[in-house]
């Protein structure tokens, strides 16, 4: 094992969302010196930067490591695809660019668990200082921040024909989801700049790259972290085949996201003590929290067949609307190569709500395919897709064997308890209610997806746990708190050791109602305060 003499003051694990950005604001200091280390190459290629590029990289293993969990009962017994950025800007450089918070109960929640510092009120200040808006001024937003937040630049009929029905529906209309409440629908924020991807990697990294108190390894696999006395004072690497042991004098931060972060703490003897006793691993801390309380949103698209050819899945095969779509991009920044997983959507309250916030989400998109990723539909196709915004089926990820490139087992439980299985039902319902009001009920012949033979709670439940998937948000695995299932505290340092903390989605002790890149770019804004206040 080679020992590299170089002395950091802080070892970064992840170059994802929050990886970048931490990156950034620790190198503002001087004083520091900051290893950032990353087990996926550069972020170059033009399908990582053009916005709708989100359809070719999601499914390319050389940007991206599929995960495949457990199958479960809740998804029929099939074994779901979870694709992770790994590459220099992680999952924020390969996903759908929809730029959401959640609901300010969300953060209220996480505080009323004992996460002082957490509120709304409290947490704004980050959304603010990371975002540069493009739309009016208002308290709830940023201007001078790195990640560029642009409103919708692609205007499609059959969008704006479904948002005029779900009006009809009884929805109010909501022209900001990151303003007062997401409740209503809209058009969605996206984090794109003029014409490309506002990845946390080109908003946050790109400015610091050059600075010299940054090195950055590419291709590079932190394999567990290393402790002395309880302290953490470095980590093991594996670089293409060469280990080495790098050196940390204050601190080491996981952000390798929800699947990752949890599973480097197991391999490096923080975890459930039987679990690491199976596979050999010393015990540093029996915690038996790690890699429990894995939320992900559980999504059911519906497909319709249009009338009109206006679908993106004919225009984008006729030469001539694809020549005038790359035109509409390089002239005007706008068009339908702007947008990447969805447009249009919102918020709304089932009658099965527990409480007085929205608990379904709803995601708009004048195209359709099989699965993401996948090949357009030949036919003129329309989805309109919902999930729950507050699951509570929970799911766990644990290391199958002491070996750092193997996937860990991956369980998300997905519909597991009852309240998530009544929940989507009734937004199935909900969405067929919507395509019937009078704005949309002609311009569209046939439900193909789930269909329309599908009728009864029993059969709709069945084709949710067949058809659906994940929308790719698994949080909550290294839970912020203060009961004894908690991974970190509110200052996000791992318990019951020093010199560590997990900065990333996986700390979300309840995943936010809507998409997870924002709230997790602002965990990483609020964890730079902290780190910078803590070694000043
Ligand atoms: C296909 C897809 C579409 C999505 N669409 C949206 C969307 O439209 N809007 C939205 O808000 N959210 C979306 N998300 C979710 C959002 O992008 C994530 O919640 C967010 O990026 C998580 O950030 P993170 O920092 O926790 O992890 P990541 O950004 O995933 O970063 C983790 C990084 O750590 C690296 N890493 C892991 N293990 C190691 C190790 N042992 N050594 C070194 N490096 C390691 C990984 O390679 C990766 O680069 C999507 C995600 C995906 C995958």
Redesign the pocket.
């Known amino acids: 094992m080679q020992i590299n003499q170089k002395r950091y003051t802080h070892i970064i ?7 970048c950005l931490l990156a950034n604001r620790l190198t503002s200091r001087a004083q520091n010196s900051v290893l950032l ?4 190459a550069w972020d170059d290629g033009f399908w990582l930067k053009l916005p709708v590029g ?1 359809y070719k990289t ?1 499914n390319n293993q050389k940007v ?2 599929h995960f495949a969990c457990e199958p479960s009962e809740g998804s029929g017994g099939r074994s779901i695809n ?11 450089s ?7 918070r959640g609901q300010h109960q969300n953060f209220d929640d996480w505080a009323a668990l004992g996460n002082h510092g957490w509120s709304y009120n409290e947490i704004l200040p980050y959304f603010r200082r990371l975002e540069n808006f493009n739309g009016e001024d208002s308290q709830f937003h940023g201007r001078h921040g790195e990640l560029q937040v642009s409103k919708l630049r692609n205007h499609h009929p059959d969008c704006s024909a479904w948002l005029d029905a779900a009006h009809q529906y009884g929805l109010p209309l909501n022209d900001d989801f990151n303003a007062d409440t997401t409740e209503g629908v809209g058009e969605y924020h996206l984090s794109i700049g003029a014409r490309w991807r506002s990845s ?1 990697s080109r908003a946050f990294l790109a400015p610091a790259k050059t600075r010299k108190n940054l090195d950055i390894l590419t291709k ?4 567990r972290v290393l402790f002395k006395n309880k302290k953490a004072v470095g980590v093991e ?1 594996d670089q293409e085949g060469q280990k080495q042991v790098l050196h940390a004098e204050t601190e080491v931060i996981l ?4 699947i ?1 972060s949890p ?2 703490l197991q391999l490096s003897g923080i975890g459930p003590e039987k679990l690491l006793k199976k596979h050999g691993i010393d015990v540093v801390v029996d915690k038996p929290g790690v890699g429990q309380n894995l939320q992900d949103h559980y999504q059911m698209r519906t497909i319709v067949q249009m009338r009109s050819r206006d679908s993106l899945n004919n225009q984008i095969r006729n030469p001539f609307s694809l020549l005038r779509m790359g035109l509409e991009w390089a002239f005007r920044g706008r068009g339908a190569l702007t947008v ?3 447009q249009v959507g919102g918020a709304m309250r089932t009658d099965f709500a527990p409480t007085d916030q929205p608990d379904l989400q709803l995601f708009v998109m004048p195209l359709s395919v099989d699965k ?1 990723g996948e090949p357009l539909h030949r036919f003129p196709g329309f989805t309109s897709a919902i999930w729950q915004c507050h699951p509570r089926s929970r799911g766990s990820i644990e290391i199958k064997t002491p070996d ?1 490139t193997a996937a860990p087992k991956i369980q998300p439980n997905y519909l597991a308890d009852e309240l998530d299985q009544k929940t989507m039902v009734e937004g199935i319902k909900i969405l067929r209610q919507i395509y019937k009001q009078p704005k949309f009920r002609d311009l569209w012949d046939a439900e193909i997806v789930p269909g329309e033979q599908v009728r009864t709670d029993a059969e709709i439940i069945d084709a949710i746990r067949k058809g659906g998937g994940t ?3 698994p ?1 909550g695995t290294c839970k912020m708190g203060i009961d004894a299932a908690a991974v970190v505290g509110p200052d996000l340092r791992v318990h019951g050791v020093t010199g560590l903390r997990v900065v ?3 700390i979300m002790p309840l995943i936010t109602s ?5 709230p ?1 770019l602002m965990i ?1 804004e609020k964890a730079a305060e902290m780190i910078l206040a803590s070694s000043h």
């Open positions: 694990v992840g170059a994802g969302s929050a990886g280390i990353e087990a996926g989100y999601m991206s490591r979870w694709p992770r950025g790994c590459v220099i800007g992680g999952s924020s390969i996903n759908g660019l929809i730029f959401i946390s590079t696999l932190v394999t690497i952000s390798a996201g929800a990752q599973q480097i990447g997983a969805g993401p750092p929308v790719y948000h949080v990333d989605a996986s809507a998409n997870t890149n924002a997790t990483a």
